[in-house]
């Protein structure tokens, strides 16, 4: 898929956004990139020619992370917080200059595009099924999942940057996380060739929304308490049950579902298996829209299912192998949340910081107080010693060495900062902070369910916790 294009809509439908180098850019051609730049390794030496022409992909990126680059063969790119902003593209050495030019794509869209339809969002409780399409025409979904099965062929790095990007802009709506880096995923290392033919091109196209039925009414971050069952009738499967807070649920055309498939198993995470579940399945029902304290532009919604069937090639994955198919994937989803807490961290520092430079208070600009300046600094701190290790968990994740334990670690400590941020940089706009029309109200109060969601930090702390007291 081709992933710089013109906007939707644009007069001009020939020119790019971007000059013409990198009107040539995608994801596939980033890729090919690096893979001129291994082979300029293999020559000098650094890399064997053998290794690398007899090894898988995955494995030649390992080599490359793992041998010693000489230092002037890197490209010298600066920590965020050492630019004029912590926004600025060019910056941190886990991105390259491939990855800046898909910035700067993402970036154009986000902030002229996406951003000034956040308040129809919130006022709705949903976005457009048309902004899912543009960012399908993009190539801003599902931008990690290979091409081979119908995404766009990136890295988890690119997938981040799409991440990123929402943050900066402040944008919440639509939910791409839960799509692209959450259920796509599920699809791509489960799913049979004809689900992967069935589901994931029109995702990446926008055109088939997907959602994921984990939370139930008595069952949030205690997976292993789930109730919704499925019960075999023939070849068929009859499933039965509700899932509540469902992000994406309102506009949903296909839901991975977590349902009970042995209730007599003697350990309950052994007996839950995935389903892929059409919206439009009868037995299916979209319950109310409900209304949230944040992240009002994202339709979150209650399902429910009465006798619904579907046919065996529903099954995603193996049968009653549903939990740990659902611990495989969670990292990921933890850390992408991390991705856009600490991201949200830099964007509402920056609007602070902005804002106390404008604002005058006791004949001075409130950025002249020593109080206000010694909390700017105590903040910038913060947010560069998480910044730090989010891009090192990402490169890990990116080369496939995350753990569970690091994961947990990135949701729990970005997320608790982000709302010590959103506070802080609230209290230093004083009223005017406490408008809803201001986005750091509104990022004050998207950012209190991120401590709860992907599994609530009391949860993070206890997976921390187990290898430091094992043994």
Known sequence: RRIFTTFPGSADKTSSPLSARKRTASPTKMLASRSVKLSQLCRVGRVSPVRCLNSSPGDRQKMVTEKQIEPEMQEARPAAVQTETML?????????????????????????????????????????????EQMGELGLLGVSTPAEVGGVGGTFIDEAIVAEEMSYAMCSSPAMAVHSTIVMPYLTHYGTKEQQDKYIPAMTAGKCIGSIGMTEPDAGSDLQGIRTSAKRDGSDWIINGSKIYITNGWLTDCCVVVAKTKPDAKRAAHGVSLFLVDADTPGFHKGRKLQKLGLKGQDTAE???????????????????????????????????????????????EETRTWVKQRKAFGRHVSDLQTVQHKLAELKTAIAVCRAFIDQCMQLHDQGRLCGEMASMAKYYSTELENKVAGDCLQLHGGWGFMWETNIAKSYANARVQTIYGGSNEIMKELIARNIVKG
Request: glycine share 6%; proline share 4%; aromatic share 10%.
């Open 88 to 132: 600025d593209i060019g910056s941190r050495q886990i991105f390259s200059s491939d990855n800046d030019m898909f910035r700067e794509h993402v970036r154009r869209f986000m902030r002229e595009k996406l951003a000034p339809l956040q308040s129809e969002f919130d006022k709705t409780g949903e976005p457009t099924r048309s902004i899912w």
């Open 303 to 349: 399902l429910f299912f009465e006798d619904l069937r579907v046919p065996a090639s529903a099954l995603l994955g193996k049968e009653n192998a549903g939990f740990y198919q659902l611990m495989e994937q969670l990292p990921q989803e933890r850390l992408i949340i991390g991705v856009h807490s600490i991201a949200h961290c830099e964007a509402m520092f």
